[in-house]
């Protein structure tokens, strides 16, 4: 079982950035394969970004890449999400995910099993 709790949301201008930080409560935090989900109003939750626990390998959404990077602290059970160069379309509640299951698809949602309560992004142009 693990709980999560995001963090470090706000409203922002264009172009600015923002750190989201996710802090989990778990005794295997570091096994977890951890990913970031955003969802807008009146739209389907989708895919940000994903570390692997096991390898720290990541996947982003074409969307983000290049300007999102995750990252995790093992020692502090936390996941952060950078984020650079923000758009309106980023604009989003984001949601924090922890998945104890195997590398594969880390992009489905229905792949994890615990999710945080969501931090809200606005970005305004």
């Known amino acids: 079982q693990v709980q999560l709790v995001e963090s470090g949301g706000g409203l922002v201008q264009a172009g600015a950035s923002l750190r989201l930080s996710c802090a989990a409560a778990?005794?295997?935090?570091?096994?977890?394969?951890m990913g970031w989900f955003r969802q807008a109003p009146g739209e389907e939750r989708e895919f940000v970004a994903a570390m692997s626990g096991r390898t720290g390998r990541t996947s982003y959404s074409d969307s983000v890449k290049g300007r999102f990077t995750i990252s995790r602290d093992n020692g502090k059970n936390a996941v952060s999400l950078q984020m650079n160069s923000l758009k309106p379309d980023d604009t989003a509640v984001y949601y924090c995910?922890?998945?104890?299951?195997?590398?594969?698809?880390?992009?489905?949602?229905?792949?994890?099993?615990?999710w945080g309560q969501g931090t809200e992004v606005t970005v305004s142009s």
């Open positions: 995910a922890a998945s104890d299951r195997i590398w594969t698809r880390p992009t489905d949602p229905q792949r994890y099993d615990f």
């Open positions: 778990g005794r295997t935090f570091s096994s977890y394969n």
